[in-house]
C-alpha cells in the first residue's frame, strides 16, 4: 500500500507511525499496570479480611479471651455451641467461667447451645448459670433430639459477627486445643450454622420468656449398647 503512496504522503504516514508506536507501548505499558494494581489490590483485601491463629492450651486460649471481652471492649454478643463437656468437677478450676461471668454481669449478650448428655454435671451447670444470671441477657437452648457420650464435641464460639474460635477445651489430643478465625464469609458459615441449631431446638430461656426448668429435668438414660433419652 504504501508503495503507490507519494513520496509526501509517504513521509506523512511513517511520521505518524513512528508517532503512534510510543503512544501505544505506553498505552499497553498503563493497562498492564492497572491490571497488577488491581491484582495487588484483591490480594490485599483478601488478606485484610482474614485473620488466623491457634492456641496451645486451654490457659493460652483464656488469657487471649479475657483481652477480647475486657470491660471497655466493643465485644456486644457472643453465641456459643458447646453440646456437651467431660470436664466434670472441674468448672470452678477453669479461668474461662470467671471471664464468661464478667461478660454476662457486664452487659453482654451469651446465648448457649447444648444437648442432652451423659456428663450430667452439664444440667446441673445450666441451672447454677439460669439462677446467677436471671436478670442478665444470658440464654440457654437445648436440643432435644440429640445426646451426647463420652465422644469430645468440639466448641464452636461467635464472637459478634468477626470471629469464630473451634476448639476442644482443655482435655484434648489435638496439637493445638483451639483455634481463632476472622473472615465475613466463614464466620456468617458457622452463624448460620448456630442459626439452624437454634431453630431446631427447645427454649430453656430466650428473650420476654420464662425459664422453662422442666426441660433442664431431663434424665439421660446411657446404655452401652443403646443409648436412649428419657424426658420426664
Known sequence: ML??????????????????????ILVVCLEIYFIRTEVKSIR???VNDFSFQWFDSGPDFDNYLDKRLAKGKTVREVRV???SST???????????????????????FTRIFCHSSNKDVAKWMKDDLEAYREFRY?????????VG??????????????????????TPFA????????????RFFRDYF?????????????????????????TVVDDQNPKLTVK
Open 87 to 109: 470436664t466434670s468437677g472441674k468448672r470452678s478450676d477453669r479461668r474461662y467461667h470467671k471471664i464468661h461471668d464478667e461478660f454476662v454481669r457486664g452487659g453482654g449478650r
Open 176 to 187: 493445638h486445643p483451639t483455634i481463632s478465625i476472622k473472615h465475613p464469609q466463614i464466620v
Open 3 to 24: 508503495d503507490n503512496m507519494p513520496l509526501p504522503m509517504m513521509r506523512q504516514a511513517v511520521k505518524i507511525i513512528n508517532y503512534l508506536i510510543p503512544v501505544f
Open 150 to 171: 463420652e465422644a469430645k464435641i468440639m466448641g464452636i464460639m461467635i464472637i459478634d459477627e468477626e470471629e469464630v474460635c473451634l476448639g476442644g477445651g482443655y482435655d
Open 81 to 83: 455451641i458447646h453440646l
Open 44 to 46: 490485599q483485601k483478601m
Open 195 to 219: 442459626d439452624y441449631l437454634k431453630d431446631h431446638s427447645k427454649a430453656v430461656k430466650a428473650d420476654g420468656q420464662p425459664i422453662n426448668w422442666n426441660l433442664l429435668d431431663a434424665q
Open 139 to 147: 440464654f440457654i437452648h437445648l436440643v432435644p433430639s440429640i445426646t
